[in-house]
């Protein structure tokens, strides 16, 4: 039953998150509905999507996982090894420098290391279709973006390697408060040790 729900959360998720990419009809439905109530909706089905996804593979775990296979040791080491840059690389996508303007898409780039970081730690089902569908995802939209004929966005200055620097800073502390305080208490499987 939380598999199946899990399931569901992520195609409410994405299904609002492909919306997006399809500029022609986002603007369409921005044109009848106004922007705020757009957002809204975005908002709420994106909200709910993601309840249910924790939800799911919450109660998913609880129930007993189904294992598909069973991930060597290193590749757990190899995973809190590439958090590190995943978390830098997602803080660096809103302190703009020069690691913004190298990579354009940060974001995408951290979400996709983080997901294939935990594809490679993790070998049950439930976890293989979650990070998997996120995975999917970044390389999607990464793709679409090279196809949009707008930036998505109003245009945001980028600085300089200071801001490159406290996005690492922070990028660091955020990592050790996921892997010490976030991932053992709210996940429940401990990182370190």
Known sequence: MGLLV?????VLFFAAHVFTTKRDARAQAIA?????????????????????IVWGFGHYRAAGMISVWEPPVAFRHIT??????????VVASYL?????????????AGLKLWAAAHLLANGDLGSIILFGSFLGWGVYDRISLKHRTDSGGPP?????VTNDLIAIAVGIAAYLALAFAFHPVVIGVPVMG
């Open 6 to 10: 899990m399931i569901l959360g992520l």
């Open 32 to 52: 009848r509905l106004g922007e705020g109530t757009y957002k809204i909706l975005y908002s709420v089905v994106s909200l709910a999507g993601l309840a249910l």
């Open 80 to 89: 809190v090894a590439l958090m590190l840059p995943a978390v830098i690389l």
């Open 96 to 108: 703009r420098g020069r690691i913004y303007a190298t990579l354009k898409h940060p974001m995408l």
């Open 156 to 160: 945001i200055p980028v600085g300089g």
